[in-house]
């Protein structure tokens, strides 16, 4: 890098930036939180590192200053002119992809190991995890900033309120880990709601045998009615799978058809995605 890079709260007033809602923008500024966040995610040195709605780039700055390459994918063009900067500041190590995030195939950018770091947009945060989930084996990590409520539901264990059909998919196929919180007072605006930044390592080959679409089909059945026993719940699905109806289903893998979505293991559910294939 030649020159030092302008503070970024200069930045921002000098190209009239201010966070979009409508994108659930919320900019990060605090550079020794950004560097925190490069500390946690580990080396970045080698392969590429995916940013996912850079802003005004403060995040970047910290993944760039770390020696990492960094691909990262934009949808705001009033940023243009800030990540060109950027990009001229560190050459050959910086390049934005202008689109969706959701319609880009992250899991194909730059070279291997890949990783993302990123301070997710709020609205698509979850949708974006997901879709990364069935590619979990071309990334070596996913380090990302959510809504503490989402966070927490990634690592929430069985029997919780908040372990759901995101818990579920995210601990058969990563070993998951949350770092630490952010308050609202670090962002720009500041949002309503604490935030969390998350480490996931993808498994060389997910915990229990299952394929990923029947997992996501059982719980989304169960998860779908959570307040309901599984011989309900899972009524539906098992008469589109060839079982009588739920209780046979659960009785084929012999899960008690009394209990509730909530109650059941990882393993379990991936049990019950190999019943409804074997039909």
Excluded at 28 to 43: F, P, Q, S, W, Y
Excluded at 260 to 272: M, P
Aim: proline share 7%; with cysteine; aromatic share 6%.
């Amino acid at each position: 890098m030649s020159e030092p890079l302008a503070p970024l709260r200069d930045v921002l007033a000098k190209h009239g930036l201010r966070a979009d809602k409508k994108l659930g923008q919320h900019f990060l500024l605090d550079l020794n939180l950004t560097a925190k966040i490069v500390r946690a995610a580990g080396d970045v040195t080698s392969g590429t590192t995916i940013e996912i709605g850079p802003g005004p780039g403060g995040l970047t700055r910290s993944l760039l200053a770390a020696g990492a390459s960094v691909i990262a994918v934009e949808r705001d063009a009033r940023c243009i002119a800030i990540l060109d900067d950027l990009s001229a500041a560190y050459p050959g190590k910086f390049r934005v992809i202008w689109g969706d995030a959701l319609r880009t195939d992250v899991h194909t950018l730059g070279v291997t190991p890949r990783r993302v770091i990123a301070n997710l947009p709020y609205n698509i945060g979850t949708e974006l995890l997901i879709g990364w989930l069935a590619h979990a084996a071309h990334f070596e990590s996913l380090t990302l900033m959510f809504q503490a409520e989402v966070g927490d539901r990634l690592v929430a264990p069985p029997g919780s309120k908040t372990y759901g059909r995101l818990s579920v998919l995210v601990q058969w196929l990563c070993d998951v880990e949350p770092l630490f919180r952010i308050g609202p007072q670090a962002f720009t605006p500041p949002p309503q709601v604490d935030s969390v930044v998350v480490h996931l390592r993808p498994l060389p080959a997910p915990r229990y045998p299952a394929r990923q679409g029947n997992v996501e089909r059982v719980t989304a059945a169960a998860f779908g009615q959570r307040r309901k026993m599984l011989r309900q719940s899972l009524k539906m699905l098992a008469k589109d799978t060839g079982f009588m109806d739920g209780t046979h289903l659960c009785a084929a893998v012999d899960i008690n058809p009394e209990l509730r979505a909530e109650n059941l293991t990882v393993e379990q559910f991936c049990a019950l995605a190999r019943a409804i294939a074997k039909t």
